[in-house]
Every structure is written in C-alpha cells, then in structure tokens.
C-alpha cells in the first residue's frame, strides 16, 4: 500500500506497540499531528504545556514500564525545547525516541523561519540520530530508532523529518521490530574465574547501578545474594531493585549514602560492580575508593570499563545473563561475622526527627509511605528533597522510584510524573519536590488536571534552593549568594487556579490529614510542606573526599 510520510510514521509506531505518546504541534509538524489526529483511537497522544516536560514524560513512561518512550516536537523552539529532557534520557541510559518536523528541503541551509539543526545540536547526547529529507530513508529510519535505542547499553535517539518528507507518498509494509543488537556473550573460562573471585571472598560486598535496574536483573540479584550471603550498596539509580528492609541491603552508596554502605565499601576484601559505572557522587577520590577490595566489574557499555576505576577483572555484557551463569557456579555461604559488622554501622545511622512543631523530611516521606500502597510509583525532581527521599522512602519495588542521576534535572518531576500516571493509571503517583525545583516545572500541573491524572505533589517547601544553599553553609564559609528564595508563591492558590487541590502542612499532624484527603480526592493535589531551611541531608561526603571525611551532625 501507498502512504504518505505521516501515516509510516503513526504506523511504525504501532508496529512497536506503542500506544501513548506526548508532544506539543506546531506549522512544521502540522501533516504529522493531523494523521495522529485520525491515530487517536490506537494512539493517544498527551499534550504537554512545554516540550520540555513532553520529553520528561516520555521519559518517566520508559523508566517506569521498561518500555520505548516517544516524543514529538515541531521545529526551532520546539525542537530545542527537547534537549534537556534528551539529556536527561542519555546521561541515565533511557530507550527514548524523538521525532521532531524541519522545514521543507528546499529551505535547510537558508535560515528559513524556526528552522534548526536539531541533529547537530543532540548530536552528543543521542546514542544516534537521523536527519531524513527523503521519503525513502524515513521508515528505515524509524525502525533503526527503536532498534538503537533498545540495543547494549539503552538510550534516546532523535529522527528529524522534513516537512516535504511527511507529505510525500512511497510503498510501505507493516513489518516487526528489527531485532536488536544481540547481547555479548560471557565465555565460561572467565565465568569460572569470577567464580573463584567469589568463592573466595571474606568481606565481599555487591555494588549494584542502573544498569541491573535496565537488565531487569532484581531478582537475580536477590538470589546472588542469598546464595552467597553478601551484602549489597546500590546507586541512586538502583533505588528500588532491594527492598529498603532487606537484611542485605546497606543503602544508597556515595555522597550522601549511609554510614554502612561506604564503611563496607572501605573494608571489603572484593567489591562486584553491577550495572554500575563508580560515578563521581559514588567513587569521590578514585585512588582511595575500595582500596583493600579486588573489583570485578561487569558492565554492557565496554567504555565504561577502567574508565574511572581501575578494576582487577571485568565483564562486558548484560547484568542479567552474567549472575544466571555465575549463580550455579558459587557455593552456598555464610558470612555472619562480615554482616554482623555491616549490621553494626547501619545502627550507627542517626535517627534524625524534627524540632517541637516542625516538619522533618524524614518524618514527611514516611507518613506519605504510611499513606499509599506499596505499589505506588515515587518521582523526585533534584536537589535535598531527591536525596532524602533515596534515603527514607520505603522502596519495595523496582521501576517504582524514578529520579534523574546523571545530568540532575531540576524540573524533571512533574513531566517525569504525568508519564507513569499515563502508563499505570491505576496506581498511585507520588511526585515529591523542593520550591527551588518546582518552580521550574508547576506549569505541567495543566497536563495533570485536563487528563484527569491524580499525581499527589509533596512540596518540601524551605524558601531556599537546599543543596546549594547546605554546600555554600559547608564549603564556602556561609556566603549564601542567590540560593535564599524571596518568592511568595501560594501553592494552594495556584494549583486551584490549575484546577487541581492544595493543602498546606506546618506539621506532622497537618501533613497526615492532607495525605488523608489526598489520597481520596482522585485529581491532582499539591502538599505545601514547610520545613526548616537548615535540614540538611547526611551523612554528606565532602568532594573528592572518603568515609573517613564523612560529616555525620
């Protein structure tokens, strides 16, 4: 059959099963927007308020389900709006698909109105992307988008399309997916020589990043660890693959990890590297960082191997498919007295509550915990807020705690939120926030409420942007230079002004009856919580510094 460029691309779509999508339309884009329009009954599209948050959305969608997310833009402004959230994708290896509409052929190259060369600008942070002025190279073009962003190590590519390109007509034939790249397979001569790393270790300890979170690889971590009774540390990317009363689990490693996770870091005897690249936040000064330990490390992304670490014995490959073949392979074992130590130093942790008539965070995340059921799906923006809810959240699942590592996007909340409300409109959405960071994203609340989406907003509301503000107090003798907030926001009286409800909290009790309601009003809810601007979030390891340096009061 013959289809013009807009009708290949909503059928390549389906092809993938992709039945959700979030964009913002505009003149270059408008063939592609009016074939969704005739779409809309096999693919809903969302309309976000700013491209930003569509490309967050399509984003939180993919952490959530595992699935591709898709974004749509028109040119210029549109497709340069896309970038931050592309960036996020990439720095947190996120399978995300792009696409945005250029001018016609004829006018690339003579700075026609809001033309761009996207490609060029995404160009590094795109795993890969296509420019297409020809109909011939569009559904190619498409199918190899899913296939890359699926393949190895995942991540989000763009295809840019010519506006001539979605009007012109060519051949076209439903077909599957390609396939993606297959996996590197792991030789059994150095499967029996991680083995023996295993087998013979006092004090190990599993060191698990986003990269099993990818693999889906939690419950083969869980028995590596039963099996072989080590204790685990994991990543503010792994959050959720342990649960968070798991007898193994020590807690989020790094700067502001627990006292346990980076004191068993600092005397393990071997340290396995999951999925994990030894960030600077995680690995501060590298020449020091688990230096009594031999470090195997098995990563898919082979760049990521010695890259800021040397480590004494690595696998490239898939997370997943290394513990399926290493797990018959190690002996069942105890080791009581390394864990009772490591149990040891997680009783050392400060049990932090709040002054008389004050809201802690602490105390705030576990009433929101006490609140929602266990399947609700938590989402942070950056800052203290993000840390504190690594640090107190109740996880029990994966895919259930989506934040932004790598790049650190203020403002990837609500858009991120608005994502895994679409993609499980059954469970609860919990999008906890800071003012700093809220105020670069409230806008989405419009989303939020048009689509009927009840995502509850805990704001942690200290009128400073926190953790620059807890730094500058720290590292730079209190010269607090644009971070003391002088905004006079009424959350309540904006979110209503959205449509939504809003509630404010000055302490614990106020804060469970707003929780309480919350949870019954069934349309989006802002919590403005305040909170002394003086919490900080420990323990926190000064830059480039070790345990040993670790501010605890």
């Known amino acids: 059959m013959e289809l013009t460029g807009s009708q290949i691309v909503a059928e390549v779509l389906l092809d993938h099963g992709v039945d959700t999508v979030f964009g913002y339309p505009g003149g270059t884009a408008l063939n592609i927007y009016d074939e969704l329009y005739k779409y809309r009954d096999k693919i809903h599209h969302v309309l976000a308020s700013h491209e930003q948050h569509a490309a967050h959305a399509a984003d939180g969608y993919a952490r959530a389900t595992g699935r591709t ?29 792009a696409i945005t509409a250029n001018v016609p052929d004829n006018l690339i190259g003579r700075d026609a109105f809001q033309e761009v060369c996207i490609t060029g600008v995404t160009m590094p942070i795109t795993k890969h992307n296509f420019f297409v002025n020809r109909i011939e190279d569009l559904e190619h073009s498409l199918r190899e988008a899913f296939r890359i962003a699926n393949s190895g190590r995942k991540g989000p590519v763009l295809v840019d399309i010519t506006k001539d390109v979605t009007a012109a007509k060519i051949k076209f034939e439903n077909k599957p997916p390609y396939p993606v790249t297959p996996l590197p397979i792991v030789s059994d001569d150095s499967i029996q020589e991680f083995v023996r790393y295993i087998n013979k270790a006092e004090r190990p300890v599993c060191y698990i990043g986003g990269g099993a979170m990818a693999s889906e690889a939690w419950d083969e971590v869980e028995a590596l660890l039963r ?135 602490s105390e705030i995340l576990h009433a929101v915990c006490d609140a929602v059921p266990d399947d609700t799906i938590f989402v942070t923006d950056v800052g203290q807020h993000q840390m504190w809810s690594a640090q107190y959240l109740e996880h029990k699942l994966p895919r259930h705690f989506l934040t932004s590592g790598g790049l650190g996007t203020m403002g990837f909340g609500y858009g991120a939120a608005v994502g895994a409300q679409m993609a499980f409109p059954d ?27 009840p995502i509850i907003t805990v704001i942690m509301d200290n009128r400073v942007l926190g953790m620059v503000y807890q730094w500058q107090n720290l590292l730079y003798e209190g010269r607090f230079s644009n971070t003391i907030l002088e905004r006079k926001t009424d959350y309540v009286k904006v979110i209503e002004g959205f449509g939504g409800k809003g509630y404010k909290a000055t302490n614990l009790e106020e804060f469970r009856e707003a929780m309480a309601k919350a949870v019954k009003d069934k349309c989006p809810v802002w919590i403005d919580c305040l909170i002394d601007r003086e919490e900080r979030v420990l323990p926190f390891i000064p830059p480039m510094k070790t345990v040993d340096d670790v501010i605890i009061d």
């Not at 997310?69 to 996020?88: H, K």
Request: charged share 25%; with cysteine; glycine share 6%.
């Open 69 to 97: 997310g898709v974004v749509f833009s028109t040119s210029g402004p549109g497709a340069t709006n896309l970038v931050t959230g592309i960036a996020t994708a990439y720095m947190d290896s996120i399978p995300v698909v």
């Open 227 to 361: 099996k072989a009774d080590i204790p685990a540390v994991h990543t503010l990317m792994a959050t959720g693959i342990m649960r968070y009363d798991d007898d193994h689990n020590l807690g989020m490693v790094g700067m502001h990890g627990s006292v346990a996770s980076n004191k068993a870091i600092a005397q393990a005897d071997l340290i396995i590297a999951l999925g994990a690249r030894f960030s600077d936040r995680v690995a501060q000064d590298t020449k020091k960082w688990g230096k009594k330990a031999k470090i195997i490390q098995i990563d898919i992304d082979i760049s990521e191997i010695d890259k800021n670490v040397m480590v004494d014995m690595s696998c490239v490959g898939d997370v997943k498919d290394f513990i399926q073949k290493v797990l018959p392979e190690i002996e069942d074992k105890k080791h009581d007295e390394w864990l009772a130590q490591c149990r040891e130093w997680k009783k050392e942790e400060k049990i932090v509550k709040a002054k008389p008539d004050n809201l802690h965070p």
């Open 427 to 453: 469970k609860q959405v919990v999008h906890i926030t800071g003012d700093g960071s809220f105020h670069m994203n409230m806008n989405e609340a419009c989303t939020a409420v048009t689509n009927n989406l």
